[in-house]
């Protein structure tokens, strides 16, 4: 599809240049971008004289941007094409809808209900029929025999409406999902200078020719060049993975590349390619149109070709001669696709590592590396559900067959044996629809067994807390961090704007020797100190940062930009001077040399150059940093006088220790003069540069704390999760926020640290991190102040990785900066912010908060955690349902040859358990009452003891009801019994009883089932789920319709009221059953286990780990499958060694010759990642163990390469024993059959 779009723009773009519109074309500003440093600016020179020169042919001022009229702007669209990477086709709803139809079990459904269908249409001679034996015989009536056809249709018919319950459940999560990115998209906005004015628009509405503003922390939108820069350093390992920040400027490399981050400085770019044009899109488009040619038709090409592949990369495997590069190819195996051979580049002398790919689908593989999300476990939901749900699935499958079984048998013995009947000719259809009506039964119970309902209701959860998270300010950018969130123990936060309000005020200054507590009447400042402080603050703030006036009459003025930087120029505001009059006269461009911010220097600095010829550099930054570097102070007389270490140990004393004690920012403003007698400084030499300044003055900012968040702390406190700040302020603004917060209380013994005492506490004598040192330090540790990003890392991986507590941390981190990075990908959830947040931390999060505020983050906990409770509701209302079903189909066939619940009902009870038992229970409102208890952790049973309790507790009580009913239930509403009917016989109303009272049993105990924890109302908050009772109420009527007119379908007879005023009170007796089983107390029954555990690291050996560290997901029902493989293949390579090495005895040649390296013998994992493995023939074949063919029990089947040091020697090759050679030419490339021979 991105394809066809681009041909469509070239085609447009050539008529566009016989008009002449623009200086350069499409094709041109293409091949330019894809040039780098010198060769770019050449190029640049050639063709347009320089960058003025290339804005002029793009008709843009490079000053005031482009004019911003609409007309342009679409001309700009139709010639260079949008901003926008078309997205990948979402799935139709018909594709969703065959999708659905690949379920296991319900193919086997289908099957056996058109089989039955067939068999329905045949009829005996009505003279033989009496000789097919009792069972067969017995229908008097013509009509009801015609209606044999009823209950295959019927099946087929439940089975559809299945099949588009799920396809229409999967089409709205899919619409909604697209729904979020594009919201997330619209998000996005960029500054760009249109018609002279500064602007905010969004990413999609970026043109070629505009004029950009970057700054630090952006990520770019689209191609560029720069036009101006500032000290602008980018990380551009998103396209090149070079890991080292590229320096950017005019003369050596003025090209910005979109989808690449700034790391630091500021500047303007022209932008000369947007969407597919620009080098992330050319990228998208490859990898699009290397995914879209319709993925299934080559999937099904590519199986068919497969054998023939393997055969054929086996022969190219012996033949390659070894030298070439080709040789040193690997084939990857795909869903056991050899995919062709990839040839090496020639001077990659080395082998091409092999990777074990796995990949759940073929196409995926690629979205996944397209999305370049952090490797992380498979949720500790998804890992418990997916363990339970085989468990349950294993269960159903032994009873359904020996449903069957007994019911044959049974049919057999009584028609052959007791009736002494001979098999018939005429017959065999009418025995044939017996089996067939078996094995129908079989399938059902099957059905029932198998909790299908089960990722329905994780997904109908996730998605539905997804969409209502959005209104408490959570944007989830991965959905099972919503549930991780559940989880957590530990949240690391940043303070400002997070803890606190963001809207950062000057309320405290210290000029001209003079503390003054609030902001100074100017006045009071000799006007000399007062000026050069305004130009100060004016050119050295970022040209980005602005006040603007307020939204709404009466209200704050609007901070744009930096708050630091706002709060002083609100400052130049308070002292009754014009920033903006200061920034006129000396635009961005005429600014000599600005090294902006970054976390080393923290601070800032802009160099301007006089009218002399001299130099003046502005200085602001971190109180205690900068007055290290002051050996001047401007005094209340506007002189300057010396400042020493002693005067300046008395300023920290006595201005900034009583600023920062009631948790003010102290930030301090300095200036320094270079004459020109000097000559030109080294303005690459920072250190010389930055140092004998002059103090102007020390301001305290303060951003008060946000009224909402002590509350949220004392929530979270409450529920077990531990809050920790982690800011880069200093330790005594830290503590004091801290306690204001909530975070330190009077009286606790928690530690408040700053990072170097941090990092020397956590590194041992050669300054390496240890573990036990991070263990003692983080269960105590609530504050660390003056923090780098490295740090924050660090913490966050130490406690993760902490084994002290009793259980695995589940740690959340919240950043916003571009360096809060790595720590937001390391945690297991991490919070941007969405205001203040860079678009690098935006990429790295999980979860976006859009208003910045911690007590959004509280919210997200409540969530988590009820997306848990939701689960584990669903799962003790459907296993209740499924235990019973299960018996009832199974006791039922053995005694009375036939299951009391048809197929077709009981499909109608799968539907109501499975779809809107999901929908009903996963979407229950989370309450306060969640945050009461401590988190469940990774280990904590998806079914507790009380739910077992619950599940077997209500199992009892409606089996005796149904088993009552079933086997006295004609006596007791003097029925007909219909137990033994004949094959066809019409629906009963006794079974009708059954059937009915069944249903109702299950309606009711599903509102037992909203409370899992033991707690006695049930209705408590029914009516906030208007979702909840709607279903109950809409299944029950539904029930009516069923039984008054359902007929033959559904096996049912109409009842009378009576009957159905007794069938509701068995019902409801279920709601009063639920009392008398909340009062036995759990602990008194000790035979009650748990079920559905995660699986606990301590669990899987070493080995395994390691080379599940490189899997994307750790799946817990593929690694039983798995540990057997990997034994077969220890015990596999072991034979082989020694058969080696009494053949190297035999030989006499060197011992080590035909080995691999004894490291290579010790894990599976490394014969993936050791790059000195070649592989130059196939003879041994060891397997290699993927993913994906983990269910086939195969290293059989798969093709496979044995990875050798060295050039082959010539016996090496032929390491089996001589016998081997004569023996079974089973295939050659099986390591079955080295196994087999050698032995």
């Given amino acids: 599809m991105a394809n066809n779009s681009y041909s469509g723009v070239k085609n447009s773009l050539v008529e566009a240049n016989h008009d002449g519109e623009f200086g350069c074309t499409l094709k041109e500003l293409r091949s330019l971008m894809e040039l780098r440093g010198a060769e770019a600016i050449s190029k640049i020179g050639e063709s347009y004289g320089d960058t003025q020169g290339l804005c002029i042919r793009l008709k843009t001022s490079p000053v005031d941007g482009l004019s911003g009229q609409p007309a342009d702007h679409e001309k700009r669209k139709t010639v260079f094409g949008q901003n926008l990477i078309p997205p990948k086709k979402p799935k139709t709803f018909l594709q969703l809808v065959w999708e659905a139809l690949q379920d296991v079990t319900l193919i086997i459904l289908e099957v056996a209900a058109i089989v039955s269908l067939g068999l329905s249409f045949y009829r005996p001679p009505d003279a033989e029929r009496e000789h097919c034996g009792r069972a067969a015989g017995g229908v008097e009536d013509e009509t009801e025999s015609e209606a044999g056809w009823i209950e295959g249709a019927a099946i087929l018919l439940s089975v559809i409406c299945v ?3 799920t396809a229409f459940n999967d089409w709205s999560k899919e619409k909604q999902f697209r729904g979020l990115q594009s919201r997330i998209e619209q998000e996005q906005k960029f500054t760009v200078v249109r018609g002279g004015q500064v602007i905010q628009i969004p990413v999609a509405d970026i043109v070629v020719g505009d004029v950009a503003q970057v700054k630090y922390g952006d990520l770019l939108p689209a191609d560029g060049v720069l036009i101006q820069g500032n000290d602008l350093k ?82 190219t495997a012996e033949t390659v001669p070894a030298g070439s590069s080709a040789a040193l190819a690997s084939t990857f195996v795909i869903r056991g696709v050899a995919s062709p051979w990839l040839p090496a580049k020639a001077q990659d002398g080395a082998a091409m590592e092999m990777q074990p790919l796995n990949s759940d689908e073929g196409g995926d593989a690629e979205e996944k590396k397209k999305a370049n999300l952090p490797k992380k476990e498979k949720s500790v939901l998804q890992g418990k559900l997916t363990k339970l749900a085989v468990q349950i699935g294993k269960a159903g499958l032994v009873m359904s067959a020996i449903t069957v079984l007994i019911l044959v048998v049974l049919f057999v013995v009584d028609t052959f044996w007791i009736q002494n009947l001979p098999w018939v000719k005429d017959c065999t259809p009418i025995y044939i629809q017996f089996f067939v009506k078996f094995f129908i039964i079989g399938v059902t119970v099957l059905v029932v067994a ?96 602005k006040i603007m006036s307020p939204e709404k009459e009466g209200g704050l003025p609007r901070q744009v930009g930096n708050k630091t930087e706002c709060a002083l120029l609100g400052f130049s505001n308070d002292l009754k001077r014009d920033y903006q009059a200061i920034r006129k006269e000396i635009p961005e461009e005429k600014l000599y040399k600005v090294y902006t911010f970054n976390s080393v220097r923290k601070s800032m600095s802009t160099v301007l150059k006089m009218a002399d010829g001299s130099y003046r550099m502005f200085s602001k930054g971190a109180s205690e940093i900068l007055l290290k570097k002051c050996y001047k102070i401007l005094m209340a007389n506007g002189e300057q006088k010396v400042f020493r270490p002693r005067d300046r140990d008395d300023m920290v004393k006595k201005v900034i220790e009583p600023m920062a004690s009631e948790g003010l920012r102290t930030i301090c403003l300095a200036y320094r003069d270079f004459s020109c007698s000097d000559g030109e400084p080294d303005w690459d030499n920072e250190n010389d540069i930055l140092s004998g300044l ?185 296993l209740t349902v499924n235990v019973v079903a299960v018996i009832v189909a199974f006791t039922g066939a053995c005694i009375t040859q036939d299951s009391p619940l048809k197929a077709v009902q009981m499909l109608w009870v799968n539907l109501i358990m499975d779809t809107f038992a999901s929908l009903a229970l996963a979407t229950e409102p989370p309450t306060e009452a969640l945050l009461l208890r401590k988190p469940y952790g990774r280990n904590k049973p998806l079914i507790s003891r009380t739910m077992m309790k619950n599940i077997l507790g209500h199992g009892v009580f409606q089996l005796i009801i149904i088993f009552t009913l079933l086997f006295a239930g004609e006596k007791m509403f003097d029925i007909d019994s219909g137990r033994n009917a004949p094959l066809h016989a019409p629906p009963s109303e006794h079974y009708t009883i059954v059937f009915n009272t069944f249903v109702l049993m299950q309606l009711f105990n599903e509102i037992n089932a909203r409370k899992i924890h033991g707690e006695r109302n049930v209705f408590e908050g029914i009516f906030n789920n208007l979702i909840f009772c709607s279903i109950v109420f809409g299944t029950f009527i539904i029930q ?142 060891i397997p290699l163990i993927d993913d994906t063919d983990a269910e086939d029990d195969a290293p059989t089947k798969r093709h496979s390469a044995s990875p050798r040091n060295g050039t082959p020697s010539p016996t090496s090759n032929h390491l089996l024993p001589e016998a081997s050679k004569a023996g079974t030419p089973s295939a050659p490339g099986s390591p079955l059959h080295s196994l087999e021979t050698s032995l």
């Fill in 163 to 165: 099949v588009l319950v």
């Fill in 234 to 315: 980018i990380d551009e390992s998103s396209l090149t993975g070079e890991s080292d920040h590229v320096k950017k400027t005019l003369e050596k490399d003025p090209m910005l590349l979109s989808g690449t981050h700034v790391m630091e400085g500021s500047g303007k770019m022209l932008v000369t390619a947007v969407g597919v044009n620009s080098q992330t899109g050319i990228i998208f488009t490859l990898l699009g149109s290397a995914e879209d040619d319709d993925e299934d038709e080559e999937e099904k090409k590519r199986e068919k070709e497969e054998k023939k592949k393997q055969k054929k990369s086996d022969d």
């Fill in 450 to 545: 198998v909790p299908e309902g089960l990722p329905l209701a994780v997904t109908i959860s996730l998605a539905y807390s997804v969409k209502k998270m959005m209104k408490d300010n959570n944007l989830v950018r991965h959905l099972d961090a919503c549930e991780t969130m559940g989880n957590a123990t530990a949240i690391c936060s940043d303070k400002t704007g997070t803890l606190t309000m963001n809207r950062m005020t000057v309320v405290q200054a210290y000029i001209a020797e003079k503390h003054y507590r609030k902001v100074p009447e100017p006045e009071s400042i000799p006007s000399n100190i007062l000026d050069m402080l305004i130009l100060g603050i004016a050119v050295n703030c970022a040209y980005t940062t």
């Fill in 694 to 878: 002059t103090c102007i003055c020390v301001v305290g900012i303060e951003d008060p704390v946000r009224p909402e968040v002590p509350d949220a702390i004392r929530k979270c406190q409450r529920a077990g999760i531990t809050v920790r700040m982690v800011t880069g302020d200093n330790i005594n603004t830290a503590r004091a926020i801290a306690t204001k917060c909530g975070i330190l209380l009077p009286g606790d013994d928690f530690l408040c640290i700053e990072g170097k005492e941090f990092n020397r506490r956590i590194r041992n004598e050669k300054g390496e991190i240890e573990q036990e040192r991070i263990d003692k330090l983080w269960p105590k540790l609530r504050v660390l102040a003056r923090s780098s990003p490295t740090d924050k890392h660090t913490l966050v991986k130490g406690i993760i990785d902490s084994t002290v507590a009793e259980q695995r941390q589940v740690v959340a981190v919240t950043g916003d900066g571009t360096n809060d990075g790595p720590a937001l990908k390391k945690a297991d959830v991490g919070f941007a912010m969405g205001i203040a947040g860079t678009d690098v931390a935006k990429e790295a999060s999980d979860i976006i908060l859009t208003d910045d505020n911690f007590s959004s983050i509280v919210k997200a906990v409540m969530w988590g955690r009820n997306v848990y409770d939701s689960i584990s509701k669903f799962l003790q209302f459907q």
């Fill in 1040 to 1181: 009516i319709v069923i039984v008054q007119f359902g007929g033959k379908p559904f096996s049912c007879v109409a009842l009378t009221l009576d009957q159905w005023l007794w069938c509701t009170f068995l019902g409801f007796g279920s709601l009063l059953w639920g009392q008398v089983i909340s009062s036995i107390p759990t602990s008194r029954l000790k035979f009650l286990k748990t079920a559905g555990h995660g699986t606990q690291k301590e669990e899987i050996p070493d080995e395994e780990l390691e080379e599940l560290d490189d899997m994307d997901e750790i799946d817990h029902a593929e690694r039983e499958l798995r540990r057997g493989q990997i034994l077969w293949f220890r015990g596999l390579n072991r034979i082989q060694t020694q058969i080696r090495v009494v053949n190297a005895f035999r030989s006499s040649i060197s011992l080590y010759e035909g080995l691999e390296k004894p490291e290579s013998r010790t894990s599976i994992h490394n014969f993936m990642t050791h790059p000195e493995f070649r592989i130059e023939d196939s003879e041994p074949h």
